[in-house]
């Protein structure tokens, strides 16, 4: 065995607001034993993620909420140190929903196994995880964009919107992306090859959005809500369609969100509005990981990853993707591997 | 031919917030003379409703706005006086969406014939007509209601919302009608048999509205918007579904309609909200027309009709939909027949 410490992240406080540094305590235990069936498992890369913020308020939503005092649990890529299930063996790289810790045990039935030799392991922490999954599903299943139609996305240089976007040009649609630095809009045209992306935080949106929108706006991938949405519906079409996957700008308030009603755009333009999270379509996760996998090997989907190092900047992490200090997926490298081969 | 004045009603003035009898011109013209192809109509029954406030603004939507001092045009059932069509003989009776006058001309194409062996003429101004048809598509197109599902339904005792809740029954939801008086909710319980129906302007209304709900929302049928609708929404189930209908809290308001945004209860609970007019099932009318016949000559359906005498009394009842006077369909009594047989 290992001779280290194990170091877990605790939820300390339910924040208000925007939280900090106090709501998490980082907690010293010892390395855990596996039991029949689990596995002992070395995290990583770990995954932060804007929709956790929902679990540690104390709120019945989709998934139940972190439970005080205990540790929190997100996205894991890891490397397996020690088996005691039949489908796993040392060096095994894995991936799912686990503790946000150096060390942790795993049921064999709640990881995945990874293949290295395919993409980048941290890639199923993004563009091949639950945000590539997320894209997909609420695009492809919601938005279901035509050819020659109008994408608009906000948030559209993360994980997810960066994803949308692409999967909207690659079924001949005019994308539009928001975003809020010019280093992202430069990223949104010149790598992603969006056709047009504006800059929430200028003076201008107003205008610049609809000068980029002279057709309208036919599905609207929703992930900040607020003034920034309310901006895009302006603009609907005929029979547009708004998944809604996200509401990022209200997730820290401490006042209720409060905004124009959407009823009367809604049927001024026969819009579907529709709320979803990837637990929506887990019957057809494979479908979509073999299509995501083909376009990312073929070059049709590219991902862009702002990694910090270090298990101990992991609050920093998730509290930069409110304050949009990522690009692409944000990730926590946690550790090199010891045990398993990556190539 | 008949020795009578004609008399018109046209939009004087674009309202701004609630109408008054001042926006609008009751003005002597001439009995028109019918070109080939047209026919002289006579009106028996005119409707009022609701989305017509939307056509008074000078703004863009599914159909375009009234034009200012031009006469205004709705549902009429009417008697044909003089034909100049094949297609129609003087005494037919015939309905479409034609102009607020005692006589007007209406090209063949506009209008339809109806057969008043069938049911009352007035019907196809209501649960036969417009009216009928958007509770129809709205509620099983959209709302898809499934057996023992919970049902919420505002302006429930309206043309709409009454025929929505009884629709809803016929398919084994349980529902729950929300109206703004004692008469109004007696009649959803008494005579139409809503499970349980709830005044929007008692006191109580949100702990009775949460008393109504033991098992949640299923489907919203929205017909009113504003803060009963955000009531409501506190309630939805996971995969609930709101068929967009009508938001008569808002036509008439004079500063933006603002409330809770709604994007975190619609991804909290996988929720659908679709706003449509009937415009979008055309090509569905005679389906649905047929089986709303049969339902109501079965028995299965009931309606209420609020009739208003005279054209002169026109506006009074067009206004009083805002002040939720009527029980059932609002429409205006014109004439007696003088050329069609009613039975």
Known sequence: MIDEKNQEIHLANRPEGMPSEKD?????????????????????????????????NDTKSYI??????????????????????????KGDVVTGNLAWAKYSLANEKAIRKIDPAVAPISTHLGILGMPGLT???????????????????????????????????LKGAKV?????????????????????????KDENFKENLAAAL????????????????????????????????????????????????????????????????????????????????????SGKLQYEETIVEGFENTIDAFLGLFAGTNLGKQIVKVADPMYAKLS
């Open 24 to 56: 998490f305590e980082f907690k010293n235990t010892e390395i855990p034993t596996p039991n029949e069936g689990d596995v002992l498992i070395r995290t990583l890369y770990l995954s932060v993620d804007p929709y956790m913020r929902g679990r540690m």
């Open 64 to 89: 139940p909420p972190f439970a005080l005092n205990e540790v929190i649990a997100g996205g894991i890529v890891a490397e397996v140190v020690e088996s005691k299930s039949e489908d796993f063996t």
């Open 135 to 169: 894209a997909y599903f609420g695009l492809l299943d919601i938005g279901k964009p035509k050819e020659g139609e109008t994408v608009v996305v906000s948030g559209a240089s993360g994980a997810v919107g960066s994803t949308v976007g692409q999967i909207a040009k």
């Open 176 to 200: 539009v992306g928001i975003a809020g630095s010019a280093e992202k809009i430069n990223y949104l045209i010149d790598e992603l090859r969006f056709d047009a992306a504006v800059n929430y």
């Open 214 to 297: 002279p057709n309208g706006v036919d599905v609207y991938y929703e992930n900040v809500g607020g003034t920034v949405s309310d901006e895009v519906m302006k603009h609907l079409n005929n029979k547009s369609r708004i998944p809604v996957c996200g509401a990022i700008s209200a997730y820290n308030l401490e006042t209720p969100d409060i905004g124009p009603r959407v009823q009367g755009l809604l049927i001024k333009n026969s819009t579907l509005m529709q709320g979803f999270t990837i637990g929506d379509y887990t019957e057809d996760f494979p479908i979509a990981a073999k299509e995501l996998g083909e376009w990312l090997a």
